[in-house]
């Protein structure tokens, strides 16, 4: 009779622990893959959907009250919570809408982790959280810079996510001089695509979305880099034109390019969030003439200022994905 041949118990044994541990090392890696590629996906279908619907309202501002006394404490600011239900809500489909001190009902965390994962930071609960810069003093509110410190207020959607409205009622149009983006910003949307469940982290769960301008507006949903490019292309210097800028994005990595001038100017209105930028100024894609020696837009990611300036000059850079 001829003997069969066979694995005995320890070879099994032995090959099964093999498998876990491949297994236990790769799985986490390909999890974190296939999430951030559903967020990715996510995150686009959430932009197109606001964009729509902020595409058929007449105009951004003017919805809401807010007063504030003498001493510039608000006495009265229905203006977020206003928007919602009584613009947002005609065009969007809205599960639940919370007011300013219930924004937890509505899913919205009560931390979240920067973009370059350095800090862990409350959520903002209104303006001056959301950047202190945009009621930066310099200038009168409804004029060409800060605005009034409006609270935020939330809505859940049909989706299932999560989104913090900050909404600026006095905004106004877009100008193609420069000037100061603060209060061309009308509504700036912080989200959260699975409400407080985890990571609740800024490029991954959590992002943003800006509207600019009254009239026509914009609406932009940039995800940034979580550096400046220079830390992973050192042959280019901390400062370059934009012609190198686009380059240098291009370098970093395919699915990255330089953000135009509404994008770099939403990277400003949540800056806090970004975390680790100079307070500078970035350049834009954006530009008013080709060549060298024409010239394109950049944006201060500190103070809020928007600038045209000859393009053969140098300025920061920070890339978002495409």
């Given at each position: 009779m001829k003997k069969k041949k066979g694995f005995t118990l320890a070879e099994i044994l032995i090959t099964l622990a093999i498998i876990g541990i491949v297994a236990a090392i790769t799985l986490p890696s390909l999890l974190v893959n296939v999430n951030e590629k559903a967020w990715d996906a996510q995150k686009k279908a959430l932009h197109a959907r606001?964009?729509?619907?902020?595409?058929?309202?007449?105009?951004?501002?003017?919805?809401?009250?807010?007063?504030?006394?003498?001493?510039?404490?608000?006495?009265?600011?229905?203006?977020?919570?206003?928007?919602?239900?009584?613009?947002?809500?005609?065009?969007?489909?809205?599960?639940?809408?919370?007011?300013?001190?219930?924004?937890?009902?509505?899913?919205?965390?009560s931390k979240i982790t920067t973009l370059d994962a350095a800090s862990e930071i409350n959520f903002p609960t209104k303006m001056s959280e959301l950047n202190s810069n945009l009621l930066n003093g310099n200038h009168a509110p409804g004029e060409d810079g800060n605005i009034a410190d409006t609270k935020a207020a939330a809505f859940e959607t049909v989706n299932g996510e999560s989104i913090a409205v900050f909404y600026n009622p006095l905004c106004s149009s877009d100008t193609l001089t420069a000037h100061f983006t603060q209060n061309k910003m009308c509504v700036n949307f912080v989200y959260d695509l699975n409400g407080s469940e985890g990571p609740n982290q800024v490029g991954k769960d959590v992002g943003f979305i800006t509207a600019f301008y009254n009239r026509n507006p914009v609406v932009v949903a940039p995800v940034p880099y979580s550096t400046d490019?220079?830390?992973?292309?050192?042959?280019?210097?901390?400062?370059?034109?934009?012609?190198?800028?686009?380059?240098?994005?291009?370098?970093?990595?395919?699915?990255?390019?330089?953000?135009?001038?509404?994008?770099?100017?939403?990277?400003?209105?949540?800056?806090?969030?970004?975390?680790?930028?100079?307070?500078?100024?970035?350049?834009?894609?954006?530009?008013?003439?080709?060549?060298?020696?024409?010239?394109?837009?950049?944006?201060?990611?500190?103070?809020?200022?928007?600038?045209?300036?000859?393009?053969?000059n140098t300025r920061y850079v920070r890339c978002i994905r495409k």
């Amino acid at each position: 009779m001829k003997k069969k041949k066979g694995f005995t118990l320890a070879e099994i044994l032995i090959t099964l622990a093999i498998i876990g541990i491949v297994a236990a090392i790769t799985l986490p890696s390909l999890l974190v893959n296939v999430n951030e590629k559903a967020w990715d996906a996510q995150k686009k279908a959430l932009h197109a959907r606001l964009a729509q619907a902020i595409g058929q309202m007449n105009a951004l501002g003017g919805y809401g009250t807010y007063t504030e006394d003498a001493e510039g404490n608000a006495t009265e600011d229905t203006a977020a919570e206003s928007f919602i239900l009584d613009a947002l809500s005609k065009v969007y489909k809205i599960n639940n809408v919370c007011g300013p001190d219930k924004l937890s009902s509505c899913g919205i965390p009560s931390k979240i982790t920067t973009l370059d994962a350095a800090s862990e930071i409350n959520f903002p609960t209104k303006m001056s959280e959301l950047n202190s810069n945009l009621l930066n003093g310099n200038h009168a509110p409804g004029e060409d810079g800060n605005i009034a410190d409006t609270k935020a207020a939330a809505f859940e959607t049909v989706n299932g996510e999560s989104i913090a409205v900050f909404y600026n009622p006095l905004c106004s149009s877009d100008t193609l001089t420069a000037h100061f983006t603060q209060n061309k910003m009308c509504v700036n949307f912080v989200y959260d695509l699975n409400g407080s469940e985890g990571p609740n982290q800024v490029g991954k769960d959590v992002g943003f979305i800006t509207a600019f301008y009254n009239r026509n507006p914009v609406v932009v949903a940039p995800v940034p880099y979580s550096t400046d490019y220079t830390s992973l292309v050192p042959q280019y210097s901390d400062k370059t034109d934009t012609i190198d800028a686009q380059a240098a994005c291009k370098a970093m990595g395919e699915n990255l390019r330089l953000p135009d001038r509404d994008e770099i100017a939403s990277l400003f209105v949540n800056a806090p969030l970004v975390n680790n930028y100079k307070n500078s100024s970035y350049w834009s894609s954006s530009v008013l003439s080709s060549g060298a020696s024409g010239m394109g837009w950049n944006q201060s990611l500190s103070i809020g200022a928007r600038d045209r300036t000859t393009r053969s000059n140098t300025r920061y850079v920070r890339c978002i994905r495409k």
